[in-house]
């Protein structure tokens, strides 16, 4: 049931270190857990089971689920999310959170590959709820069989993997049910208000109708072909047209303007998340305007996604939203200072990885430019005797990391 093809790309990504199986003890992961074992056997594995801590009964299922993994000589841990008072629990937030703890608790172990049980039918519905919301083409292509982890920076160099992509749901229960394993039901598979319960029953209709669902998920997988192929196109681009200066990003604009579209648009928007440290780029009507606007004669300077874009001489330098670190009219607030324990990397901004030499340190912003803060002293970062490293060219890499 495995994607042969994933699973030896996942191997090599992950060498000497554990595979981390994203564990929920439903039969989808519990399947892939499973079946891994059988491929790679239950030493090379790691359990990560997250408790989302959204409903009673949820720290218990956890406990269950580590102890499945456990049953099946696959030692694990259990990843508690703590949330603050007052944000709304949205199913999205949840979904970052439980990356950013899988990567985290991966990274803790050495690990850079997690594997994920998402499933052919988990990809159609994907597909399916993602046209209704008029995504572009990218968008249809759903879930890559790896990608880098959807998370920065605790994903960096992190990548997820899929080997069960083109498995129905139903075909992994009946393994369970042949090799009398048992598995747990999460509620919210049943609860109407969340939009993949709403889009697996219209699909399920559609099924019924004689609607074959796998026409949807042949379409991903040509689709995240397609995707592949532009984001490697977009890598070459950014290695022939790019310098990385610090916190500034320098684009060649001659040799940018005359680029294939879909890759150029790619780069941009990729460019553009790294230089504001965000997880996503811009969406592909933002990036649409951008790329025109960059080909203008008269183009002088435009924000997005938090970050300032400016033509300068013959290149175009791309950097950080001077008012999304200083606040702006508007009520949004100034970047709040970051206290640095010592030896410990810490992301600033999700832009500048530092490393302090001892406690006490923080950094603020000062202007444009961070500025390490202890009992008094104010240091510019050249100034500094801890470790720093600006992340630009690393963020770009992880966002195209599926490309390689």
Same mark, same amino acid.
């Given at each position: 049931?495995?994607?042969?093809?994933?699973?030896?790309?996942?191997?090599?990504? $992950?060498?000497?270190?554990?595979?981390?199986?994203?564990?929920?003890? &439903?039969?989808?992961?519990?399947?892939?857990?499973?079946?891994?074992?059988?491929?790679?056997?239950?030493? %090379?594995?790691?359990?990560?089971?997250?408790?989302?801590?959204?409903?009673?009964?949820?720290?218990?299922?956890?406990?269950?689920?580590?102890?499945?993994?456990?049953?099946?000589?696959?030692?694990?841990?259990?990843?508690?999310?703590?949330?603050?008072?007052?944000? %709304?629990? #949205?199913?999205?937030?949840?979904?970052?959170?439980?990356?950013?703890?899988?990567?985290?608790? $991966?990274?803790?172990?050495?690990?850079?590959?997690?594997?994920?049980?998402? *499933?052919?039918?988990?990809?159609?519905?994907?597909?399916?709820?993602?046209? #209704?919301?008029?995504?572009?083409?990218?968008?249809?292509?759903?879930?890559?069989?790896?990608?880098?982890?959807?998370?920065?920076?605790?994903?960096?160099?992190?990548?997820? =993997?899929?080997?069960?992509?083109? =498995?129905?749901?139903?075909?992994?229960?009946?393994?369970?049910?042949?090799?009398?394993?048992?598995?747990?039901?999460?509620?919210?598979?049943?609860?109407?208000?969340?939009? !993949?319960?709403? *889009?697996?029953?219209?699909?399920?209709?559609?099924?019924?109708?004689?609607?074959?669902?796998? !026409?949807?998920?042949?379409?991903? =997988?040509?689709?995240?072909?397609?995707?592949?192929?532009?984001?490697?196109?977009?890598?070459?681009?950014?290695?022939?047209?790019?310098?990385?200066?610090?916190?500034?990003?320098?684009?060649? #604009?001659?040799?940018? %303007?005359?680029?294939?579209?879909? $890759?150029? %648009?790619?780069?941009?928007? =990729?460019?553009?998340?790294?230089?504001?440290?965000?997880?996503?780029?811009?969406?592909?009507? $933002?990036?649409?305007?951008?790329?025109?606007?960059?080909?203008?004669?008269?183009?002088? &300077?435009?924000?997005?996604?938090?970050?300032?874009?400016?033509?300068?001489?013959?290149?175009?330098?791309?950097?950080?939203?001077?008012?999304?670190?200083?606040?702006?009219?508007?009520?949004?607030?100034?970047?709040?200072?970051?206290?640095?324990?010592?030896?410990?990397?810490?992301?600033?901004?999700?832009?500048?990885?530092?490393?302090?030499?001892?406690?006490?340190?923080?950094?603020?912003?000062?202007?444009?430019?961070?500025?390490?803060?202890?009992?008094?002293?104010?240091?510019?970062?050249?100034?500094?005797?801890?470790?720093?490293?600006?992340?630009?060219?690393?963020?770009?890499?992880?966002?195209?990391?599926?490309?390689?």
């Amino acid at each position: 049931m495995l994607d042969r093809e994933t699973i030896e790309q996942a191997l090599i990504a $992950a060498g000497n270190a554990p595979v981390v199986v994203a564990l929920s003890g &439903g039969g989808d992961s519990l399947a892939l857990l499973h079946l891994l074992c059988e491929r790679l056997g239950a030493a %090379k594995l790691h359990a990560i089971v997250v408790d989302h801590g959204l409903r009673s009964g949820a720290a218990e299922d956890a406990r269950r689920a580590l102890c499945f993994a456990n049953a099946a000589g696959v030692i694990g841990e259990i990843a508690t999310l703590a949330w603050p008072h007052g944000p %709304k629990r #949205a199913q999205q937030a949840a979904r970052e959170a439980r990356y950013r703890a899988l990567c985290e608790r $991966a990274r803790s172990i050495g690990a850079r590959v997690i594997a994920l049980g998402h *499933t052919g039918d988990d990809q159609a519905e994907t597909l399916l709820m993602r046209a #209704a919301a008029g995504s572009g083409w990218r968008g249809l292509a759903a879930m890559m069989p790896i990608a880098p982890a959807p998370v920065w920076p605790e994903g960096c160099g992190m990548l997820v =993997v899929r080997p069960l992509l083109s =498995v129905r749901r139903e075909a992994l229960r009946s393994y369970l049910r042949s090799t009398r394993v048992d598995w747990l039901e999460d509620p919210a598979n049943a609860n109407p208000t969340f939009e !993949r319960v709403r *889009t697996r029953a219209r699909l399920a209709a559609l099924e019924q109708s004689g609607f074959d669902p796998s !026409r949807l998920r042949a379409l991903a =997988v040509v689709l995240g072909a397609l995707a592949r192929r532009v984001d490697a196109v977009a890598m070459d681009l950014v290695k022939a047209t790019v310098r990385f200066e610090g916190e500034a990003v320098q684009v060649a #604009a001659e040799t940018w %303007k005359d680029a294939d579209a879909e $890759a150029r %648009k790619r780069a941009l928007g =990729v460019l553009v998340a790294a230089a504001a440290g965000a997880g996503r780029p811009p969406t592909s009507s $933002a990036l649409l305007r951008l790329d025109s606007a960059l080909a203008a004669a008269d183009f002088r &300077g435009v924000t997005l996604h938090g970050a300032w874009l400016r033509r300068t001489g013959n290149e175009i330098q791309i950097r950080r939203d001077l008012g999304a670190l200083q606040g702006r009219a508007d009520g949004r607030p100034a970047l709040a200072a970051l206290s640095l324990p010592a030896g410990e990397e810490i992301v600033w901004d999700g832009r500048l990885a530092l490393r302090a030499p001892s406690e006490g340190w923080r950094v603020e912003v000062e202007g444009a430019r961070p500025l390490l803060c202890r009992d008094g002293a104010r240091l510019p970062l050249a100034d500094w005797a801890g470790e720093a490293r600006w992340l630009l060219e690393d963020h770009v890499r992880h966002l195209l990391s599926s490309a390689s």
